[in-house]
C-alpha cells in the first residue's frame, strides 16, 4: 500500500501595507561668488537654507 503525500502546511505571515517611502534627490552643490553672480543665474534674493546661500552673500547692517 501507498502512503499518501503528507500535506506541509506553511505559515503565511500577514499582508500590512505601509506607506511609499519617498527619497528624494539631494540638490547638486551650488556657490556663488557675490551676490552678482546669484543675480545673474536669476536665483536672487537667496534665503538662508536655500542651495547656494552663504553667508559670505549677507550684507552686514550698520545702525
Do not use: F, H, Q, W
Not at 23 to 37: D, G, L, R, T, W
Amino acid at each position: 500500500m501507498t502512503e499518501a503525500p503528507k500535506k506541509v502546511e506553511t505559515k503565511k505571515e500577514p499582508i500590512v501595507e505601509t506607506e511609499p517611502v519617498v527619497v528624494e534627490e539631494p540638490e547638486e552643490y551650488v556657490s556663488y561668488k557675490n551676490c552678482s553672480a546669484v543675480r545673474a543665474a536669476g536665483k536672487a534674493p537667496l534665503l538662508e537654507g536655500e542651495p547656494g546661500y552663504s553667508t559670505k552673500l549677507d550684507r552686514i547692517v550698520m545702525e
